[in-house]
Every structure is written in structure tokens, then in C-alpha cells.
């Protein structure tokens, strides 16, 4: 929906916005909803169980609906680039996309607690759903932690972060001045590997 809204606001497709008013100024040259090579795109891990990969998308295949929620592919280059963005307060390089209080919107928890949470978001998020019980809320495109002590994942108050169906998932913590990002294609095992690389990334810090 809100990739229609845009569409209507700016009088051009939303797969043009983002390459001339986002890819462009940051310098994202490697990123688009495609197509683009098979031999380019990373695989998913194969089920130890089953022995089969499991599905994913064609990204041989331009989609036919570009969605403002989901689709786009990119390298972990440009991802670190748009993350640096978010992390300067919405300027990279002398490109500005976005003012330090938008950015602060953005990040901020909008949800109050009578806000009602779908039984399935414990069940596809686990320790990164965005409950008060895990010290989570979601602000504008990202969940956000707004406790310590609450989630049994290590972070700061402040940090935001959000993954993508097949496996990825990024974070971005102020008060380190850290950006992390896992580019993976394990949607079953999405869950593993983001508790594993949370753990790992923190373990890591010494200061």
C-alpha cells in the first residue's frame, strides 16, 4: 500500500523512485528487484532431513508485482551502505535521503500497549518479535528495543533492526555505532542463525 502511495505522490513507477531517488545518491549500483544472473544469487542451505533445497524465488525472473514491502536484491556492499545511511541520521556522502528527526521517528516504538499482537508473531519471530514482553516495539519500518534486561538476545536500548523471509536480517545499534547484517538464504533456519550472530557479535566487543 505504501508503495503505491509513493508511486502516486511522486508520478512514477516505484521501482524507478527508488533506483533515481535512493540507489542512485547512495551509490547502490548492485541493487534492483532484477533480474539478475542465477550464478549471482546466493543459494539456500539444503535440508539435512529432507536432502532437498527448500523453495525460494526465481531471481532469474523480474516479479511482475513490485512490492514496497519486499523483493528488491542486493549485495552485502550496498546493504552496508544504506544501513551507514540510517546510522548517520539519513545522510551518506553528502547524499541526504532523510533529516535526523525522521530517522528518529522511524526508530522510535509506535505501538502502545493495548496494541494487539497476531498469535503467529512469537511463532515466526521468536526472541526478535516485537512484544513488551521481549522489550521490543516497532517503529516505521523496523522493530526497536526499547528495554534492557527483557530479551534474552544481547542489543542496546535504541537499536532496530528487521529480516527478510529467506533468511536475511540486519541491525543497526547507535550507542555502538555498529551496523551488522547476515545475508543468508536459510528460511528455515532464519531463526538459528540470527540468535547465533547477535551472540557472536556482542561476545566480540570489548569496549
Known amino acids: 500500500m505504501l508503495g503505491r502511495v509513493v508511486e502516486v505522490a511522486s508520478g512514477t513507477s516505484l521501482d524507478r523512485f527508488i533506483d533515481e531517488r535512493i540507489c542512485k545518491p547512495l551509490g547502490l549500483l548492485k541493487t534492483s528487484f532484477?533480474?539478475?544472473d542465477g550464478s549471482r544469487s546466493a543459494q539456500p542451505q539444503i535440508d539435512s532431513a529432507s536432502g532437498k533445497r527448500p523453495p525460494m524465488r526465481d531471481t532469474s525472473v523480474r516479479p511482475t508485482w513490485i512490492s514496497g514491502g519486499s523483493g528488491l536484491l542486493s549485495t552485502a556492499g550496498d546493504y552496508v551502505r544504506f544501513c551507514q545511511m540510517l546510522l548517520n541520521g539519513g545522510e551518506l556522502g553528502g547524499a541526504r535521503l532523510l533529516a535526523p528527526p525522521s530517522i528518529a521517528l522511524m526508530t522510535?516504538?509506535?505501538l502502545t500497549p493495548e496494541t494487539?499482537?497476531?498469535p503467529s508473531t512469537p511463532v515466526l519471530f521468536g526472541a526478535l518479535a516485537p512484544t513488551p514482553e521481549l522489550g521490543l516495539g516497532f517503529g516505521l519500518g523496523f522493530a526497536v528495543r526499547t528495554h534492557s534486561g527483557?530479551?534474552?538476545l544481547p542489543g542496546s536500548v535504541g537499536d532496530f533492526s528487521w529480516s527478510g523471509?529467506?533468511?536475511t536480517y540486519f541491525w543497526i545499534d547507535p550507542q555502538k555505532e555498529l551496523i551488522a547484517i547476515l545475508m543468508t538464504q536459510a528460511p528455515l533456519q532464519r531463526l538459528h542463525y540470527r540468535y547465533l550472530m547477535r551472540t557472536m557479535v556482542y561476545q566480540a566487543i570489548i569496549d
Open 34 to 36: 532484477g533480474p539478475i
Open 108 to 110: 522510535s516504538d509506535h
Open 116 to 118: 494487539r499482537r497476531s
Open 150 to 152: 527483557r530479551n534474552p
Open 165 to 167: 523471509v529467506t533468511g
